[in-house]
């Protein structure tokens, strides 16, 4: 029930209260009924006026034009201490890059390898392929040495390490005459110069299959998770790549490149985005996690049993353009170091699977931290021996939480960012906090508190999604969504649950089942 409901049900039972006392003798009793009777109705107005201003913040603002609006009433947003300035700085002290087998999904843990410890390589080179489809090609981000291929359980490959030359060198490919190729053409292109692992397909979050064309290509334009990188700072300078890398993708699907769009700024975003061409554009306004793109599928075109579509970010779709213009791969990125845990966060240009501890060298101020690829919520925790994940272009570093909680939430003064308003500070709505990995309490009981409702804005009941995939019931998981999920999609259900339920590994756990369904 929405407040403006249940402020009017309050007026009109206080009204009906009133007439009754009005009927009724007076008394210095009936005066004190009285006026706490009034002092509720007050409450109620002001509770129908904090709605009415809620309703009119949803509203689009006035540049967001040339597209469908969307207005998302559901999220919450963690303000964190460490978001980074708008500085880019090159990280050419970083020596050792890698790629990660694990993060590409639906891929052979143990592909076959094309090159050996010892060799020489150029940016763009082949290092390996997957056994299933020898045409999709896993390639070097950098030029230099192949220095470790480090396996892990059952002779798995997690890790293949290059030291970077100081002047890089890039494998060239032949140029690609747009007007002629034809969408097969398109795909061998992208698959023979590897940049075919950087595209994502929806459902299950896995590589696509080359043959399966995509009913729409998705591409969220602003990221609204804890510290997350601006994608307006991104792109400035980089306009022309994004442009080109949209026209490609628009001739790769039989659908539409949509375009996801920030109205919660009060400016519009880059030119970039909003005149950007070959795209269907939508704006959305709302919390975390509006800027998903799983989120932004769900209000334009959800997806459906047999549907396949495709995701990219910002940064994959300026690669993708530099690859069509420069006719070589390149993996560079703008990566933001942020967290409360660094001296000064900003923004670092580098190359996928940057070696973390080398990115993050002298930056760092305490010694018991963690550091995450990705943001708070979704991100992966990793040693500082450990390589940035393929798609991540934000480094978070907090505090370990490795204390006992004695009190809890009854701790005076205690300022953590909370759904339910338990901490005294949780009506400053700007504060911003320092948070570490304690969970505040235990595992528990998975029992249903409609908190999972009040976060994610999508038309679907995550509690009985959770509870079907525990049960195994693989019918009734697609019956009620599991389709349309990601893990970062439910990844503020996890922080809200009460529970302590780790709601993204269930997720992944039912994603697969299903996928093994086929």
Request: with cysteine; charged share 20%.
């Amino acid at each position: 029930m929405g407040m403006r409901k249940t402020a009017l049900i309050w007026i009109f039972s206080i009204s009906g209260i009133l007439s009754i006392q009005a009927q009724s003798p007076a008394g210095s009793s009936d005066n004190l009924s009285i006026w706490i009777t009034l002092i509720l109705i007050v409450v109620a107005l002001l509770a129908l006026l904090g709605d009415a201003f809620y309703r009119k913040r949803s509203k689009a603002p006035t540049y967001a034009s040339g597209g469908h609006f969307v207005g998302l009433n559901k999220g919450f947003d963690l303000h964190l201490k460490g978001g980074a300035e708008d500085k880019i700085i090159d990280a050419d002290h970083v020596t050792r890059y890698a790629v990660l087998p694990p993060n590409y999904r639906g891929n052979n843990p143990i592909p076959k390898m094309e090159v050996n410890e010892g060799d020489e390589v150029k940016a763009g080179d082949v290092l390996f392929h997957d056994k299933s489809n020898e045409s999709i090609k896993y390639v070097a981000p950098v030029s230099g040495e192949v220095i470790a291929i480090n396996r892990g359980e059952k002779r798995s490959i997690v890790e293949v390490v290059i030291l970077a030359d100081k002047v890089q060198k890039h494998r060239e490919l032949p140029v690609l005459d747009l007007t002629k190729a034809d969408r097969a053409a398109l795909v061998d292109y992208l698959k023979a110069a590897g940049f075919w692992p950087l595209i994502n397909q929806r459902p299950f979050d896995i590589i696509p299959d080359p043959e399966v064309t995509p009913k729409n290509i998705f591409i969220s334009t602003f990221d609204t998770a804890p510290l997350a990188p601006d994608l307006n700072l991104i792109v400035a300078g980089q306009e022309a790549e994004f442009q080109q890398g949209l026209d490609v993708l628009a001739r790769l699907t039989d659908g539409q490149v949509h375009l996801g769009l920030s109205a919660n700024g009060t400016q519009a975003p880059h030119q970039a985005f909003t005149q950007a061409k070959n795209v269907k554009k939508t704006w959305f306004k709302g919390l975390h996690p509006a800027g998903n793109v799983g989120i932004q599928i769900h209000h334009i075109d959800p997806i459906k049993n047999g549907d396949v579509v495709w995701t990219l970010g910002v940064q994959e779709v300026i690669t993708l353009g530099k690859l069509i213009l420069n006719h070589h791969l390149d993996l560079s990125r703008i990566v933001a170091l942020t967290g409360s845990e660094l001296k000064s966060p900003h923004y670092v240009r580098t190359s996928v699977g940057a070696n973390l501890g080398e990115l993050l060298a002298n930056e760092v101020e305490g010694t018991q931290v963690r550091i995450i690829s990705g943001d708070v919520l979704s991100g992966e925790g990793k040693k500082s021996d450990g390589f940035l994940n393929i798609h991540d272009d934000q480094v978070t570093v907090i505090p370990e939480g490795d204390y006992y909680d004695l009190f809890g939430w009854l701790t005076p003064g205690k300022a953590i960012p909370s759904l339910s308003h338990t901490y005294l500070n949780a009506w400053k709505s700007n504060k911003t906090y320092t948070v570490d990995t304690n969970t505040h309490g235990e595992k528990r009981a998975f029992v249903v508190t409609g908190q999972f409702e009040k976060v994610l804005p999508m038309n679907i009941y995550p509690q009985h999604l959770m509870k079907s995939i525990l049960a195994g019931d693989l019918e009734k998981m697609e019956g009620l969504g599991i389709l349309e999920l990601s893990e970062e999609d439910i990844a503020l259900c996890e922080y809200v649950c009460t529970s302590k339920t780790p709601l993204q590994k269930i997720l992944r756990e039912g994603l697969d089942a299903l996928h093994e369904q086929g």
